[in-house]
């Protein structure tokens, strides 16, 4: 989160983050969303989760987390988190046309990157932040016939919990 949250302020300004979208694919039980809504101004911050068991976690999580926020008058950004497949949720696609930042964990995933990297760059504006544990792009950039552009790559120590080894953190940004 830290280094998204650094690299992010680099690449997006405040002004544009309030009239734009979190989004998180593939958002668990959506503890990432609520966090995201509690620390940014983001117009909205939108999670959605295919694996029913962890998206009936969400509402709940985020009920609960919401409630905390208002008792201690804080502020935060509009949360939605849906259950479903994210290349079918219609709703995915309004949020990612208004993302300035998304997340994807996409370690357990690789098969779809291409896929994902294809809907991303149809989808999201201009300037978008899109961050990952796997790089969507490929390594050399006279292959990337995409819209987007490798920004950086940090190995963190502990960004999963559930790997227990140091993962690489890949920020790219939607610049055509």
């Excluded at 709703?91 to 779809?112: C, E, G, M, P, Y």
């Excluded at 050399?140 to 227990?164: L, Q």
Aim: hydrophobic content about 40%; glycine content about 4%; aromatic content about 12%.
């Amino acid at each position: 989160i830290e280094v998204m949250i650094k690299e992010y302020r680099h690449l997006v300004n405040e002004q544009t983050e309030k009239k734009s979208t979190f989004v998180d694919l593939g958002s668990g039980h959506g503890g990432l969303v609520c966090l995201i809504a509690s620390l940014r101004k983001f117009n909205a911050c939108f999670g959605v989760e295919n694996e029913e068991n962890r998206a009936s976690w969400a509402d709940p999580l985020a009920e609960n987390f919401l409630a905390k926020l208002r008792c201690r008058s804080m502020k935060y950004s509009d949360i939605q988190i849906n259950f479903g497949d994210f290349f079918q949720c219609h709703q995915t696609l309004d949020f990612l046309k208004r993302a300035s930042l998304v997340w994807v964990n996409n370690v357990a995933f690789t098969d779809i990157n291409f896929r994902l990297l294809q809907l991303l760059d149809s989808t999201v504006p201009v300037g978008c932040v899109v961050v990952s544990f796997v790089s969507f792009l490929p390594s050399h950039d006279r292959m990337n016939e995409t819209g987007f552009e490798f920004i950086s790559k940090t190995v963190v120590k502990e960004a999963a919990d559930w790997t227990f080894t140091p993962l690489p953190v890949h920020v790219m940004q939607k610049k055509r």
